[in-house]
């Protein structure tokens, strides 16, 4: 009975470790009854029953926001998800008769690499739930993402708890496996507290406008227009010398008042761009063809004249395209989704007077392989533009928050984190959150940034390192410990053969 509670435990405590609740330090010990359990059962079925069952219930648990846009879509995407618990857990079974050392290793290596597969696959991946953004709730940790990535804390994180259940189960001194972990765990931290990144570059003065909708979540006459307006209103509460930069967030253009097809909706943005001697990032959709549109951010110069746009280039699947469409047309919310959006190709910096802008939209920024590109190419200073009206009020304004300051921690770069119905914020460099919205109100949001002078982050040098060293050293560790077993079959074999 013990064991077929095990799951559930490890689903709620690994829950718990995230917003809305946010109790991190639990990430470290939340995988331990799993891992007990999975050291206990007695069958690959039955392992392959405590992986699913932890998938089910963590990511319902995490993930319940996403019924907000149909209860198949949450279903379709918590079985897919539950269902790389399943093999990580069939993994780990096997892995038992290899000996503690070889267990432990490959425990932590095949964790790192199902974090990896499912951040890429299906359609671009789903890195929601990764085990290391607990990390980002408290300072030190999150500071030390800088050197290691939100990878890396998954790798530590799994250590730990591989490395505890082996001291509970087997009754072994931890030395071997969990005081290293533990460690590395606490050097990170001692690095993340005594060099926190920070950008300490020329300062500039951001209003960022939360316009809200007049019905998030659903479609209403002139949706697009109404929001256009409510920001352009807000925008006209400004006043000259308050702001360098105006960001309207994802979509506040929407198609039907796109700045790039409608002079008219220009000509607006301009004037305001002129009144305040400011630039202006304005989140957008453009209606290309009847059967594709594009996402993107456009700037705008002081003068109003459009002088740069950013294409989304990591669109959501069955939200922004819907893949193999044909397969999928007897679904019928997918009428919601008519047209495919078309991918930007290029990573875009727009030049201001004070460094250089990168920005990324909403999805994109919880891909920590879209934002390092463009500090990479040079960007100083990140936005990312966001709408999250269709998820009503659940945690997953806070959820997507945690996910892009560690993005900011990672990189060393503060971020201008820009939604429609909130929350808004401004993250500094070392992921700490200077100002913040409510969701679901209007609101203008004053903040100064700074952009990043330094030298480029350790992860933003040399990405998942952590995680690569421990699919890779978890890969051998299991095909010798796999290939040393047939052999000793074999041998046993023969032994009785003659």
Known sequence: MLIELAPL????????????????????????????????????????????????????????????????????????????ATVYAVIVYHA?????????????????????????????????GLLGYPAGEYQWTRAATQFIGTTGWSVLFVAVSAGLTLFVTDRRRPSRWLVPALAATVLFTFLGAVSPPTADGEEMEVAIIQGNSPCPGERCANENAQIFDSHLELTGTLLPGDVDLVVWPESAAGSSVEL????????????????????FLVGSQRN??????????VLLDPTGKIVGEYWKQHPVPFGEYVPFRPLF????????????????????????????LGSVISFEGAFARSTRPQVREG????????????????????????????????????????????RSAFISADGSIDLKTEPFISEVMLGTV?????????????????????????????????????????????????
């Open 9 to 84: 435990l490890s689903a709620f405590l690994m829950w718990a470790a995230f917003r809305p609740l946010g109790w991190g330090v639990l990430a470290l010990v939340a995988l331990t009854p799993l891992l007990a359990a999975l050291r206990r059962v007695e069958s690959q079925r039955g392992a392959a029953a405590l992986g699913f069952t932890y998938g089910v219930g963590f990511y319902t648990l995490l993930l319940f926001w996403v019924k907000e846009t149909g209860y198949l879509s949450l279903v379709a995407l918590v079985l897919l998800l539950a269902g790389f």
């Open 96 to 128: 038992r008769a290899w000996g503690r050392t070889a267990w432990w290793i490959t425990a932590v290596g095949a964790w790192a690499f199902i974090e990896l597969i499912r951040a890429h696959i299906p359609f671009g991946g789903f890195p929601w």
């Open 260 to 279: 790039g097809t409608h002079p008219d909706r220009h000509a607006q943005v301009a004037a305001e761009a002129r009144r305040l001697d400011a630039w």
């Open 288 to 297: 290309l063809d009847e059967d594709s549109f594009t996402n993107l951010n």
């Open 329 to 356: 047309d007897w679904i019928p919310a997918l009428d919601q989704v008519p047209r495919d959006l078309v991918r930007g190709e290029d990573v875009t910096i727009f030049e201001l007077p004070g460094g250089r």
């Open 379 to 422: 960007a100083e200073l990140l936005v990312v533009a966001t709408n999250k009206a269709s998820f009503g009020d659940t945690p997953v304004s806070d959820q997507f928050i945690g996910m892009t300051r560690m993005r900011a921690a990672e990189l060393g770069t503060e971020v201008v984190h820009a939604a429609i119905t909130g």
């Open 450 to 498: 700074h952009f990043r002078t330094g030298g480029l982050t350790v992860y933003a040098r040399i990405g998942d390192w952590l995680q690569y060293v421990a699919v890779a050293v978890g890969s051998v560790v299991a095909s010798a410990a796999w290939l040393n077993r047939r052999r000793e079959s074999a041998a046993l074999a023969s032994k009785g053969d003659a």
